[in-house]
């Protein structure tokens, strides 16, 4: 299937209810040029400065933190309800100790303007270059958010990607169209 250029909000309201539904893959490569995948929950496409971004977070345990901070490169992919089970487990194993792409058969493919790869089977493809990182800082949120996100400390790194490239399969909408597909889950993700 061609992708299609598009604008960084025309998908906006499909790429927050695919991320709600089983989550958004979000690919990093490290400077060996080795990509991984693992899936997001926590995100928003904006404007800060001008500039379209996507902004995502990312918790220093994880493998792709590092990878992140050597290149500060990633592409976030919309994928079709039929891949639920690779977001699924893409979200519950580190890129540390499996291929994911390999074990899931997610086929990376060459982005336009960023060195992570996209994934093909996704539906739609944001290129982002990190404009910003941030800390959560624990001190400023409400003890019930610590309580249920943060009991073990973990906090989550912020970053702001300014969105470089924005592209489509021509299907995407009709795709993603409630009703097409399994029905969504979000099954044991680990946010």
Not at 38 to 66: D, N
Request: proline residues 8%; glycine residues 8%; contains cysteine.
């Amino acid at each position: 299937m061609p992708k299609v250029t598009v604008r960084y909000t025309q998908f906006f309201t499909e790429t927050m209810e695919r991320m709600r539904e089983d989550g958004l893959l979000l690919v990093t490569a490290g400077r060996d040029n080795v990509p991984n995948v693992m899936t997001i929950g926590w995100g928003t496409i904006g404007s800060i400065w001008g500039r379209p971004v996507f902004m995502v977070l990312v918790r220093p345990s994880r493998y792709s933190y590092t990878r992140l901070e050597e290149t500060g490169d990633f592409t976030v992919n919309v994928p079709p309800r039929e891949l639920a089970a690779a977001v699924s487990y893409c979200g519950n194993v580190s890129g540390r100790d499996h291929d994911k792409f390999q074990e899931m058969k997610l086929t990376p493919a060459p982005s336009r303007q960023v060195r992570p790869p996209i994934i093909e089977q996704c539906l739609i493809h944001y290129e982002c270059r990190t404009l910003h990182r941030n800390d959560v800082v624990p001190a400023s949120l409400p003890q019930s958010v610590l309580d249920e996100y943060y009991p073990h400390g973990d906090f989550h790194r912020l970053y702001i990607g300014e969105i470089v490239a924005a592209y489509a399969d021509e299907d995407a909408a009709k795709r993603l169209a409630r009703g097409q597909g399994p029905p969504p889950g979000l099954v044991g993700l680990k946010m």
